[in-house]
């Protein structure tokens, strides 16, 4: 049966067959998989490539356990998301990322002060955020591990310095992500071709709005860049729409706690499963064990959606704070 593959894939395969590493590999490999239509012409050629994604898979975590020379930027995804933080020098991205996690990358007033990326975990509603703190962009050179980091990721912060041209920053900042073929997702519309495309759901932080005037400075702003980009006014000081950040990055990510219970027993509400939005029961059952996603014969569901204890099929679509009881 012929496969019919569009154009789309083969220009995929061939960045694929460009990248250099074990991480970028299974990046473009993964970009040239989504390409391949599913229907029963494709099936053997996607199982293919999955077994093949797999074993780069593999090869790349027994790289990082072996001892081999590994890249800082290849970080491990925890908790529910990986947000990259990313903007010019002296933005002030580190002095956030303390503020906001329990990480300690270095703060200082010296730009370039960080030079190695530094994870840390962002606490919102009992859930866990990777935020990641990276060094400066910078045309002159950036390395590419920390391109593929951002390619990786689930989601930007730009942060700019509101007192120091941030239409310019802002205007660099962008240019240098395109460049490199990483497009904020609003402006997918723009690219007729999607192939080798990174497109990213991208938040501006303006920080150092440490005050009334700079307000007026943020405002000003925003005029200026015609309300075409999605920003917030921040301050890593002063503590300004922190909370506001934390609860936009929940909701952005698309993130429900879901709360496992036994038959006759309360739900363990102090460590949810994290799911994504649009999740099953079936997906759940596969996240708590194989036999029960082999075996499941119903649930039993608690939440604002349905009646307590409502039975419910393996269809069913879960809610933020559901609790859930299987049934084998």
């Not at 045309?139 to 730009?158: F, S, V």
């Not at 080798?196 to 303006?206: C, M, N, Q």
């Not at 506001?244 to 929940?250: D, P, T």
């Amino acid at each position: 049966m012929p496969t019919n593959l569009p154009p789309d894939y083969f220009e995929a395969e061939q960045l694929y067959k460009e990248a250099q590493t074990p991480e970028e590999k299974v990046a473009r490999l993964e970009e040239m998989i989504s390409t391949i239509p599913k229907h029963k012409g494709t099936d053997h050629l996607r199982a293919d490539w999955r077994r093949r994604l797999a074993k780069l898979k593999e090869a790349a975590q027994t790289r990082k356990k072996t001892g081999g020379q590994v890249s800082p930027y290849v970080i491990d995804k925890e908790g529910a998301g990986q947000v990259v933080v990313l903007g010019p020098a002296n933005a002030g991205k580190s002095a956030l990322v303390a503020a906001l996690t329990n990480a300690r990358p270095e703060v200082s007033a010296a730009p370039f002060s960080t030079w190695t990326p530094t994870p840390g975990m962002m606490l919102v509603d009992n859930v866990q955020i990777q935020l990641i703190d990276t060094p400066p962009l910078n045309a002159d050179y950036i390395d590419p591990e920390m391109i593929n980091l951002i390619r990786r990721a689930d989601y930007l912060l730009l942060v700019l310095n509101l007192q120091t041209n941030p239409d310019q920053q802002l205007e660099q900042i962008i240019q240098i992500l395109e460049g490199y073929r990483i497009i904020p997702d609003h402006r997918e519309s723009l690219y007729d071709s999607k192939i080798g495309l990174a497109f990213k759901p991208l938040l501006v932080l303006a920080n150092k709005c440490d005050d009334e005037d700079t307000v007026e400075v943020y405002e000003l702003f925003c005029e200026l860049m015609d309300h075409e980009w999605d920003c917030l006014p921040v301050s890593a000081e002063t503590g300004r729409n922190l909370g506001m950040l934390k609860q936009r990055l929940f909701d952005e990510l698309g993130i429900i706690r879901i709360y496992s219970k036994a038959p006759g027993k309360e739900p363990d509400r102090s460590a949810p499963f994290i799911m994504k939005e649009g999740n099953t029961v079936e997906e759940f059952a596969r996240k708590i064990h194989k036999d029960f996603y082999d075996n499941l014969t119903f649930a039993r569901v608690w939440g604002s959606s349905l009646f307590d204890g409502q039975m419910v099929q393996r269809d069913y679509v879960l809610q933020d704070e559901d609790v859930v009881e299987l049934r084998i």
